[in-house]
């Protein structure tokens, strides 16, 4: 499999082009035109019913949660929700296509003129240039059957499964951009609840469009549609390999051909699938068994109440209320649980830089050594956010922290209950203390008469030895008092 990076020789002569058309499954328990429930994995054509079979004399009627995810989605992506479009046939013949068309938008979309901002510095805008809505096909199966290698088989499943489209302007110029463009909007779409965008589920996929011009030109290049990229690390392989396959037929004295390939998996490569096929070849018009869209304002703000913070807006807030770093930051709103942990730490009273850093450290580190998620964490927020504020009032060395954190990951247990259990409450008692630190001065006295004599780094040499002499139970805020006193 080739993954080399594009070579720089080939990037300063020319500048990629890319536009995605990306296809996202929306959450809902229905499909879009019928009651049929929308399930992966269910056996075989057995999720079905006239309508979505495309029987004669079957009409569809619009599913209300279908619309108002895919409002949440265009409002989400900035876009203006029109106050009316419609739905229109999209005809052509495929096996798992039983209606012979399938039910999308074309001239009168749900929603035009978004944008989605790439996180980082530079805060690229990409623009969005519609969101439509659209019924899905079934799908074919090609192995694991009887006699698979001479028969095709079907599973109708599928049909009719709600999804969106969402196109972007031709603004990302590099396959790395792509690839965060792609980050953020499913991340943007996974926040507000309009999906899982499980790629392997087949719930996000991704159309890439990619030609590419000489430096300094104003004009396009003629594009080449890659299709099948249904992971992240694919789309950027292709998009790599096309650049340069693109670039070499031109300086080779070429041209480009406007066509749809196919992304091979096998060996990196894409491969002519057809010449590309135009809007005159589907046939469009509009549908006759379903009135237009209208969206009132009244539900489009209802919608729109309704939407949670988004990760953007939640990333900069993070930063300014919190204080934390950028990248922090950006960690932290990955994902809606992982915020929403976070803010239940600093609610049960944890610093928020601190916070951070065991959520994004230990805490995270845990997680992924047991394959669980932070909304299944066994440490609960609040006792994460217990114990960070333990340390920071110096109740609880960090070193016995990174002791305590795991015991209670294993047994959901508050810091405290494990402290006592383990034995490991923090010594405060002056007079414990006290034996400690004498027998550590004892032991050191070059130490001592350095520090006396102006060498003041030598502190937290004893410090050290005092927390090692106590098993790290001292307080140290405890053991610096103490220093202070006996020490001048
Ligand atoms: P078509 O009519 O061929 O479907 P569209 O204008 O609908 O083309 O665009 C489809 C996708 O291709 C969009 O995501 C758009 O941004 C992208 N695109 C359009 N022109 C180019 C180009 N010259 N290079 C790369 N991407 C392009
Ligand atoms: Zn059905
Ligand atoms: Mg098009």
Redesign the pocket.
């Known amino acids: 499999m080739s993954s080399v990076a594009l070579a720089d020789d080939v990037l300063t002569k020319y500048e990629p082009?890319?536009?995605?058309?990306v296809h996202v499954q929306l959450g809902t328990k229905t499909k879009i035109f019928c009651t049929c429930p929308v399930e992966f994995g269910a056996a075989p054509n057995t999720n079905v019913c006239p309508v979505c079979l495309g029987l004669p004399g079957a009409l569809p009627v619009l599913s209300r949660q279908a619309v108002e995810l895919a409002m949440s989605a265009a409002i989400a992506l900035h876009c203006r929700v029109n106050s009316f479009s419609r739905f229109a046939r999209k005809n052509y013949f495929y096996p798992d296509l039983p209606k012979g068309y399938q039910i999308s938008q074309y001239d009168q979309p749900l929603a035009e003129h978004g944008y989605v901002d790439l996180p980082g510095p530079g805060k690229k805008r990409i623009g969005v240039?519609r969101v439509y809505m659209e019924d899905d096909a079934g799908k074919s199966l090609h192995e694991g059957f009887l006699d698979s290698d001479r028969y095709t088989y079907v599973d109708l499943n599928r049909c009719g499964t709600p999804l969106i489209e969402i196109?972007?302007?031709?603004d990302m110029r590099s396959p790395d951009e792509a690839y965060a463009y792609l980050t953020e909007l499913k991340q943007v779409l996974q926040y507000i609840g309009v999906s899982d965008c499980d790629m392997e589920k087949g719930q996000l996929r991704c159309d890439a469009?990619?030609?590419v011009r000489p430096r300094g030109a104003d004009k396009?290049?003629?594009?080449a549609?890659v299709k099948n990229l249904n992971s992240f690390r694919f789309l950027k392989m292709a998009l790599e390999h096309e650049i340069e396959r693109q670039v070499e037929l031109i300086e080779s004295g070429g041209q480009v051909m406007q066509e749809t390939r196919l992304f091979n998996v096998e060996t990196g490569n894409t491969v002519g699938m057809r010449s590309?096929e135009h809007?005159h070849d589907y046939r469009y018009f509009p549908e006759p068994d379903l009135v237009p869209l209208r969206i009132s304002e009244h539900w489009l703000n209802e919608v729109r109440t309704r939407l949670p913070e988004l990760p953007a807006g939640r990333r900069e807030r993070f930063v300014s209320q919190y204080g934390l770093r950028e990248y922090d930051a950006q960690v932290l709103t990955s994902t809606r649980e992982v915020g929403d942990y976070f803010e239940a730490a600093v609610r049960a009273g944890a610093d928020p830089r601190s916070a951070a850093n065991w959520i994004t450290g230990d805490l995270s580190a845990l997680l992924k050594a047991s394959g669980k998620e932070i909304s299944a964490s066994p440490v609960r927020a609040e006792h994460l956010g217990q114990l960070v504020s333990l340390i920071t009032r110096g109740d609880l060395s960090g070193k016995l922290a990174k002791e305590l954190l795991p015991k209670m990951f294993e047994t959901g247990e508050p810091a405290a209950a494990v402290m006592d259990r383990e034995g490991l409450r923090q010594i405060s008692d002056a007079g414990a203390l006290e034996q400690i630190v004498d027998d550590v001065l004892a032991a050191n006295p070059k130490q001592v008469e350095q520090f006396k004599n102006g060498k003041t780094a030598v502190l937290g040499f004893l410090v050290g030895q005092i927390m090692k002499a106590s098993r790290g139970q001292a307080n140290p805020a405890a053991v610096g008092e103490l220093l202070k006193k006996k020490l001048g």
Do not use: M, W
Request: charged share 25%; glycine share 10%; aromatic share 4%.
């Open positions: 082009v890319i536009g995605l058309e240039t196109v972007s302007d031709p469009n990619v030609s396009f290049g003629t594009k549609e590309k809007a």
